[in-house]
């Protein structure tokens, strides 16, 4: 039997390494312990958010403003419009969007700093080494993370945001004044733009959001007991959309993907992958190489923070790139 792709994927599900794919692969994981990490929760409890869907839905979609499920459902896109109504518009009762905000960027500093040994605004820098993390030359200096914060805040105000909501409302918040809060911040936008694009890209391909969840759990890594209950579908919804990718020739009789579905799923990263590009062209081949190099310890420390498989996607950056 064939070995997995990091990603969980059958080996040549995704196309070959690019530019937009490469860093993807290095941003995602910093933007993503908001999601995974201890302190991230900490920081919405301490805000006044008990319960980790309460936190996710308010700290995500607090760049548009206190918004109700209807928007959410649209440009989340793979979430049942039930498990979003069970969070919105009721979590603007608890928390403004402003403190969400203020929450999830004081959550993502923290848990960055603990394993970066970078102080956030005020702070002392701890430079204590955790046991189970690289060797203290694999971490950030101060100088190549403020390098590092340009970087990526460069390509960031370069990211086209027309036809893409999340990342258009991110760019529209004002940035951080310190280098690890505009590092995540930056990611944050990047990550967002490009998650616009892979939801135009499935659209186009003529899917929903529950077909899109189905068809990933049917290829791998994070199955569908931990997809539906993440995604918050139903076991008829679940099975209607199944039958539906069946039909279109999409899954088999025992569920796994078929050629069509996997030449499908290359397509859609392709698309993916070319319409994520042109965030990068602002720094150059040479600026590229150098925000790679000075990202890569960042990722691979940010991975320590997070689950794997995971069902979001993200990419495991100490691993080596598939496709």
């Not at 069970?86 to 608890?94: I, Q, Y």
């Not at 390098?147 to 004002?174: D, F, I, K, Q, T």
Request: charged share 20%; with cysteine; aromatic share 8%.
């Amino acid at each position: 039997m064939k070995r997995p792709s990091p990603e969980g994927l059958p080996p040549g599900a995704l196309p070959g390494g690019t530019v937009a794919r490469r860093m993807w692969r290095l941003f995602e994981p910093v933007h993503a312990v908001t999601y995974f990490a201890p302190a991230c929760a900490g920081a919405f409890e301490r805000a006044g958010l008990r319960g980790f869907w309460r936190g996710y839905f308010a700290g995500r979609s607090a760049p548009l403003g206190p918004v109700g499920a209807g928007p959410v459902v649209g440009c989340f896109f793979g979430f049942a419009p039930a498990m979003v109504s069970r969070a919105l518009p009721e979590v603007w009762t608890r928390i403004t969007p402003a403190e969400a905000l203020d929450a999830r960027l004081a959550g993502a500093r923290e848990a960055l700093g603990q394993v970066l040994g970078e102080p956030g605004p005020g702070e002392a820098a701890d430079l204590a080494e955790p046991a189970d993390l690289a060797e203290p030359a694999d971490l950030a200096e101060p100088a190549d993370l403020a390098e590092l914060a340009g970087l990526l805040r460069a390509a960031a105000e370069h990211a086209p945001v027309a036809g893409r909501v999340l990342a258009a409302a991110n760019a529209a918040l004002s940035w951080p004044s310190d280098p690890l809060g505009v590092v995540w911040h930056a990611t944050t936008i990047l990550r967002e733009h490009r998650g616009d694009g892979h939801v135009a890209a499935l659209v186009t391909a003529g899917l929903d959001g529950v077909e899109t969840a189905v068809w990933r759990a049917s290829m791998g890594g994070v199955g569908r007991a931990d997809f539906q209950r993440v995604r918050g579908w139903s076991d008829d919804e679940w099975t209607a959309a199944a039958g539906r990718l069946r039909a279109r020739g999409w899954l088999g009789a025992a569920g796994q993907p078929t050629e069509a579905s996997l030449s499908a799923f290359r397509s859609i990263e392709t698309t993916t992958d070319r319409v994520a590009a042109s965030v990068w062209d602002e720094l150059g081949t040479d600026g590229v190489e150098r925000c790679a190099a000075l990202l890569a310890p960042v990722a691979r420390r940010a991975a320590a923070l997070l689950r794997w498989p995971n069902p979001i996607g993200v990419p495991d950056p100490r691993e080596p790139i598939s496709g």
